[in-house]
């Protein structure tokens, strides 16, 4: 079984594409690979490669600052997660299946988040905190950027994408399996219990996915709406960074790297478990 | 004893999607263990008067009554009816036996009678052994066995069937027609099946209601649609027909088009145009001149001749009309292109049909 | 609708209303202290466009985009060609390999990528125990450039490998049937075919890169401040609400324009020249559909 598209090309131009591609995954992945590596150096120096030590992992991991940042993250990324999946995937079925007034409003929208750049949206909710907060010290209360401030501009970007994910899947949804439930007695809740939820969980799931991972990666939003004390860890490694590359931070950048891989492989064992069930297979 | 009462009632129903008129205005009564086909060519509204039957679509107007209860606006979980949708719409995340299930569990059938009923309605459908299987583990015909036994273990008082063999191919369709007969006299339940397939619905139901442009034309068993079609349409639809213009003489005859007279029942004023529709298999061919026995005759010359194995069809041009006549099996010689020929038919073969 | 009006409420207050905000921002005043007096509307910002130090940042984040996407195009395309090209099963594991990096933290990859080139590290050390000096790449456009296409490239290969793995190769071979050469059928066939693809990679990739602040940040100098940064720096240091909200304002609609742009051209485009609902070749299999959201 070859199943290779041969397509006509001459020998040297496959070698050629063999030769290219595999430099390109060179290209992704040899940077990757040098980080990881130099963050098990023993010598304190970046360059030089001093043998094989945990000590950075264990210098990062008990300065408090760091583990206040990775605190401060998940509670974000989960927060915005499962607040984002629920508002976004209600988005999502609404648009999908009802007309309503301003119906076309929403669903323009709704793509806006994730085509605007991070800065300028940043920029925004900054803007949008700092009114809000004359508004309400007005009435009395203080508050300022938080951890709170955090949470809601990141679940404003993951609804967005919540919503794209869930409604790919909705657009593949064959509508008169819910008319089937529907004239097996099922009621509109048991419907959508028993058949919709069920059969458009993987849109769901990814979606989730999505938005854990985009409110791990945030860095631009987060930097310019976190204030003292609700530093996230990419917030935190990106003012490090401007400072200068020490060990530390190859070390917590290697963490960082392993959750996402994490994820990602997660999922798609995930995802290859299911299609072993006899449904279709959605690489993310 | 009083009047039994019908399964399906429908009265002045009419649906419209936006501006587009889906169905106008029909009324139509369906009786208690009638296997009966809605057909009609795509976008007739034959569709959308099943699914306002299953509760899918509300009518806009009308009254839709299911063994006298006014069921018009109740939605489908409220209905005694089932149906079997056209591509099955089995759930693909449940196995073959949750499926069936599916039904009896909405409405909280218990355990014994929930898995005595699923297995009498496996057994049925011939599907033992397959339970545990998912829809996309079975062929195209045990999927649709599972439809129908998903719909029938609720027991409804009325199955809906919406074009259940269309996605089966020739020789499946032939048998799962005999099959779904058999199983509508096992059950014994009204059956309502959609379909465009005019043989298909000749074959299998006891009455017909063809269906064109949202309206219902005409309501009969088998043989008075094809034998009496009171529409053009209807007459075209159904099988292959000659349809000759013709003006009525009196009640017992018409002038066809050409100044022939013929002989024809007929209800329409002396003098109103109608059409005269004529099977090509009720009609002769013989050479000019070799007398004909009874009815009526025109006189013609052979235009084109088709063998097609069973039967021959030829073309024969009458004046201004053409004719198509259908020799089955071996009558007489064979005639060739441009021989001078007459058709001829008995009285009973012509079906006036009045504009 | 009930169902959505939760998240609709949710995006008038943090992101509708934000995003008026920062117009009204934009026709505001800048104090002497640096504070916005929303008072005395001017269009003041918007003329501060104009200026020439601005413009030149404008035109070089332009140019870097432009770099970038048409970088990208060139090392993505042979690329996504090779993996849609594979047997269905090393496909299978190409992909994958692509999903890794996509789905990496980003801020991680732009600073795996100083860390290499930094002058005290171990790309530099390699060279330098080579004799071939010091390497001095960071700090300049080049190393930007290369940041962003490491940081972008994925998003780039996965509308590409889509177009190409719908690809019916039958039409290719049909062209050469007809006497094309291969230069020639994947000119006048895969290349258009697989135009919707490189289309929307190219949005995917010019959006970002022109609006991108990390990398910039972490990977320029002085000589590369980008128009993200520059905005970025009117919030904080130079407190320049209004000018920051008119360049933020700039830079949403020029990138609504591309989106629209890139929307009509694709509405347009062809789908891998397969007619919908035929049968696939044997061995070419089924489609790993690729849900390809890009930040």
Known sequence: MSGVVEVGLGRRTRRGLAV????????????????????????????????????????????????????????????????????????????????????????????????????????????????????????????????????????????????????????????TLEEAARDLYATGWQTFRRVTLPLIMPGVAAGGLLALTLSLDDVVISAFVSGPGSTTLPVYVFSSIRRGVTPELNAISTLMLTASIALVLGSLALQRRRAGAGRQTQVL | MTEPVAAVEIEGVTKRFDDVVAVDNVDLAIDDGEFFALLGPSGCGKTTTLRMIAGLDLPTQGSLRIFGEEVGMAPPDRRPVNTVFQAYALFPHMTVRQNIEFGLRMRRVKDPELSQRVAEAIGMVRLAGMEERRPDQLSGGQQQRVALARALVNQPKVLLLDEPLGALDLKLRQEMQQELKALQREVGITFVFVTHDQEEALAMSERIGVMSEGRLLQVGSPREIYERPSSRFVADFIGRTNLIEATVESSGTVRLANGVVIEAETSAPAGSDVAVSLRPERIRVQSRGAGVSAG????????????????????????????????????????????EVTVSWDHGAAAVIAE | MFLASPGALYLLIFFVIPLGLITVYSFATRTSTGRTSLSGWNVESYEAIGDEIILGIIGRSAWLATLTTVLCVAVGYPFAYYIATRPRHVRAVLLVLVMIPFWTNALVRVFAIRFLLGSNGPASALSESLGLGTFRILFTPTAVTIGMVYSFLTFMVLPLYVALERMDWSLTEAARDLYASGAKAFWKVTLPLTRSGIVAGCVLVFVPSFGSYVVPDILGGAKTLLIGSYIARQFRDARNWPLGAALSVLLIVAMLVAVALNQRSGSGAEDGGRPRGRKRRPGQGEAEPVTAVAS
């Open chain 1, 20 to 175: 290219w591609a595999w430099a390109v995954f060179a290209f992704l992945y040899v940077p990757i690979v040098v980080l990881v590596v130099f963050s098990f150096n023993a010598s304190s120096r970046v360059n030089i490669w001093g043998g094989f030590s945990f000590q950075w992992y264990g210098e990062a991991l008990r300065n408090d600052v760091i583990t206040s940042a990775i605190r401060v993250s998940l509670i974000v990324a989960l927060v915005s997660t499962v607040v984002s999946v629920v508002l976004g995937t209600a988005v999502a079925l609404a648009l999908d299946r009802y007309r309503f007034r301003g119906r076309r409003a929403l669903d323009g929208t709704v793509y806006l988040p994730i085509v605007i750049p991070d800065i300028t949206m940043a920029v925004m909710l900054l803007v949008f905190f700092a009114e809000a907060f004359k508004f309400i010290d007005s009435f009395g209360p203080r508050f300022t950027l938080g951890i709170s401030t955090v949470a809601l501009s990141h679940i404003a970007f993951n609804i967005s994408f919540v919503c794209v994910v869930v409604r790919a899947r909705l657009d593949q949804f064959d509508r």
């Open chain 2, 296 to 339: 009526a005759s025109l006189d013609g010359e052979v235009g084109d001749v088709t063998y097609l194995g069973h039967a021959v069809v030829y073309a024969v041009t009458a004046g201004p009309t053409l004719v198509e006549v259908r020799n089955e099996g071996e009558v007489g010689e064979p005639f060739a292109v441009g021989d």
